[in-house]
């Protein structure tokens, strides 16, 4: 199943398809989870394994694997990818976050 409710930039897919590569493929899967400072953090991992009900987003060489419970938190969202002084890292841009944390993996929606 593919979506059009989450998008991938170009630089995250490049960096998705060199982690999967080194590491001999798979996927990222981004998740929606209850905690972090404001509620809800996202969780970024590779995986190997499709879930049954999993959205499959393919970007080129890249694929990210979403839950359907997650997807509804994301739902408008878009996955990229920061080279910073601070640090290197994924970044989801979420219209349905009303507030973050400093850190930026956790978000409210209230």
């Known amino acids: 199943m593919e979506s059009t409710q989450f998008k991938v930039t170009d630089r995250a897919a490049s960096r998705i398809?060199?982690?999967?590569s080194a590491n001999g493929g798979g996927a990222l899967r981004v998740a929606v989870l209850a905690g972090g400072c404001s509620?809800?953090?996202?969780?970024?991992?590779?995986?190997?394994e499709t879930g049954e009900d999993d959205v499959v987003i393919a970007h080129g060489a890249a694929r990210v694997?979403?839950?359907?419970?997650?997807?509804?938190?994301?739902?408008?969202?878009?996955l990229d990818y920061t080279?910073?002084?601070?640090?290197?890292?994924f970044a989801v841009r979420n219209p349905q976050a009303k507030s973050a944390c400093?850190?930026?993996?956790s978000f409210s929606i209230d």
């Open 39 to 48: 509620g809800f953090q996202y969780k970024f991992e590779l995986d190997r």
């Open 83 to 89: 080279d910073a002084l601070m640090g290197s890292h």
């Open 17 to 20: 398809a060199e982690i999967a």
């Open 102 to 105: 400093g850190c930026g993996t």
């Open 65 to 78: 694997f979403i839950d359907p419970a997650s997807l509804d938190l994301l739902e408008g969202s878009e």
